[in-house]
C-alpha cells in the first residue's frame, strides 16, 4: 500500500514525519524495547531536526535512548568526512540531543577501521555492516533522488536485482563519491514500514515517472510495487502534474 501525504509547508512536512516516526516508535516499543530505524542522507537530516529536535511539541516524544539508528547507505568515507551520512546525522541530530544533555540513541556506523584508500576492503565492510544489521528494522526513512535512485540503488544498476546479500558495496556510484554500501531489496522489503521524503519542485518530474502506470523501473517505484506499507512525505511542489491523490497525515 502506497500513501502520498502533501503539505505547503516544509515545516508541516517535517512535522508529519516526525507524527509518523513518533507512531512507529510507540508501536515497537509497546512489542519490545527497542525501536530500529534506517534513515538515509541528502536534506533528511534536516526535515529530523526540524521535525523531531526543534518540534518540542514532538520532541517531548522521543525515547531516544530506546533507538537504534542505521543507515540505508553510506558513502566510504571518514566518519567526520563531509560526505558521510553519519556526519550528516552527528550535525543534524546527535549534536543537538548532547547540547540538550539527552540520552544518544545506539547508532550503527560502517566499521571506519575497515576503510582503505583502494577500496580493497570494500566487501568486508559491507560485510561488517551487514553482521550488525538486525532481521528487520521497524522504519526505513528514505530519499529519492533526482534520477530515481534510492538507498544507494540506482537505476539500471545491477544491485537493483541483488538479493544474495543484505548488504552491497559498489564502486560506480553515478552520484559522487563513487564507493558506497546500501541496503539491497531483501532489507528494503523485510522491514516493517517505508516513507520516503521529497521535497521542491526539482522532484516533480521524477514523480510523474515514479507514479505512473507505465511501468519505469526505477528503483523507488520497485520500493513502491513490495508489499511493505510506503508512506511519501512531500510538499506540494514536489507532486505539481504528478498523477496521485495526496492527503494529510
Ligand atoms: O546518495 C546520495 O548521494 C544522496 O544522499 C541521495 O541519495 C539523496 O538522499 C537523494 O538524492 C535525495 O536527496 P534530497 O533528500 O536532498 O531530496
Redesign the pocket.
Known amino acids: 500500500m502506497v500513501k502520498v501525504y502533501s503539505y505547503a509547508d516544509s515545516q508541516d512536512v517535517a512535522n508529519s514525519v516526525a507524527q509518523y516516526v513518533i507512531e512507529h516508535q510507540n508501536a515497537a516499543l509497546s512489542k519490545g524495547d527497542k525501536f530500529k530505524i534506517a534513515i538515509?542522507?541528502?536534506?533528511?537530516g534536516k526535515v529530523l531536526n526540524k521535525g523531531l529536535i526543534a518540534n518540542s511539541e514532538n520532541y517531548a516524544k522521543i525515547q531516544w535512548s530506546k533507538w537504534e539508528v542505521y543507515f540505508s547507505?553510506e558513502?566510504l568515507v571518514p566518519l567526520d568526512h563531509e560526505d558521510s551520512?553519519y556526519g550528516l546525522f552527528n550535525e543534524m541530530v546527535l549534536k543537538s540531543l548532547s547540547e540538550k544533555k539527552q540520552q544518544l540513541p545506539k547508532v550503527f556506523t560502517i566499521k571506519e577501521s575497515l576503510l582503505s584508500d583502494d577500496g580493497s576492503t570494500d566487501s568486508e565492510i559491507a560485510k561488517d555492516y551487514e553482521s550488525i544489521l538486525p532481521e528487520s528494522l521497524d522504519v526505513i526513512l528514505?530519499?529519492?533522488?533526482?534520477d530515481g535512485?534510492?538507498?544507494?540503488l540506482f537505476p539500471g544498476h545491477k544491485l537493483l536485482s541483488e538479493r544474495s546479500v543484505r548488504i552491497a558495496h559498489l564502486n560506480d556510484?553515478p552520484?559522487?563519491p563513487p564507493r558506497?554500501i546500501t541496503f539491497t531489496f531483501p532489507v528494503l522489503f523485510n522491514s516493517g514500514n517505508i516513507a520516503f521524503?521529497?521535497?521542491?519542485a526539482g522532484?516533480a518530474a521524477i514523480l510523474s515517472k515514479i507514479f505512473d502506470t507505465k511501468k519505469s523501473g526505477l528503483p523507488c517505484e520497485l520500493v513502491n510495487e513490495g508489499s511493505v506499507p510506503v508512506a511519501w512525505f512531500v510538499n506540494d511542489a514536489a507532486i505539481e502534474g504528478v498523477p496521485v491523490t495526496a492527503s494529510k497525515y
Do not use: F, Q, W
Not at 142 to 146: D, F, I, S, T
Not at 149 to 152: G, Q
Open positions: 538515509s542522507g541528502g536534506s533528511l547507505d558513502r551520512n528514505l530519499g529519492c533522488g533526482p535512485h534510492t538507498c544507494s556510484s552520484k559522487p558506497r521524503v521529497a521535497e521542491g522532484k
